[in-house]
């Protein structure tokens, strides 16, 4: 019998908003990996120790995952991640991946899940609270209601392109390009609001493009809203 491969998400930065089903399986199983080159360093093992004091004494496999941009050597990485999370799932033992969020959102899990699928093993993906979400109720806005379209982009990919579409928005991974990003946001005419470390011992706030820094932390998450149209309920 091999392991099952879970990739887990522990949500985007408060302990008391992983799941039940992640916490069982870091409790239930042994071998858990963490995506950098020291698992005790990483964002996912200081959130979900927190709620699983039990993690520490755990098998921690620390999983390489450098930012390049070159596809091919990215290729490299996930390759070299997924030969070493097959050398536990070939000796029957499970393998819990913590994620920040989700993991099905913009998660370099998933580059891993498929090599580890298509050599035959079992996977899983375990849904976590989405930063989106998160930073939408800390804020106390609403991300779509009624008829409304929800758009979700990663904006360092996507600052030169006008936000045309009815709807709100939602930009991820805005910090390398926040210059840009805002200037994109005041020609959209949409109400801006920025949450920098949501849920985090430093988390930040912040209302209206001219409160956000031009130099803002990778975990930025920026929710811009179309302006409602009456005070109605409705």
């Known amino acids: 019998m091999t392991g099952i491969l879970y990739g887990t998400g522990v949500g985007p930065g408060d302990p008391e908003l992983m799941t039940l089903k992640s916490v069982r399986l870091i409790r239930e199983n042994e071998v858990i990996a963490l995506p950098g080159s020291d698992a005790r360093d990483t964002a996912a093992y200081r959130i979900a120790v927190q709620a699983v004091p039990e993690l520490a004494s755990k098998t921690l496999l620390p999983v390489a995952m450098p930012m390049v941009m070159n596809r ?3 290729k490299q990485v996930h390759l070299q991640a997924a030969d070493l999370l097959e050398s536990f799932l070939k000796q029957g033992q499970n393998v819990v991946f913590l994620t920040l969020g989700d993991p099905t959102i913009y998660s370099t899990f998933l580059y891993i899940q498929r090599h580890i699928a298509k050599r035959g ?5 375990v849904s976590g609270v989405p930063s989106f ?3 939408a109720a800390r804020t106390g806005v609403s991300l779509a209601e009624w008829n409304e379209p929800l758009h979700i982009l990663p904006a360092a990919h996507h600052c030169r392109q006008p936000l045309d579409f009815p709807g ?13 990003v805002k200037d994109l946001l005041d020609r959209s005419g949409r109400d801006v609001v920025m949450v920098e470390n949501c849920g985090l011992p430093q988390e930040k706030v912040f ?3 001219e409160e956000i820094p031009d130099k803002a932390g990778y975990y930025s998450l920026i929710i811009a809203k179309e302006p409602r149209q009456d005070d109605s309920d409705f």
Not at 168 to 180: A, D, F, I, T
């Open 121 to 125: 093993f079992r996977t899983e993906l």
């Open 72 to 74: 091919e050597k990215m």
């Open 168 to 180: 709100n928005y939602v930009l991820m991974k805005s910090g390398s390009r926040m210059p840009e």
């Open 207 to 209: 209302r209206g493009t």
């Open 133 to 135: 979400c998160a930073a």
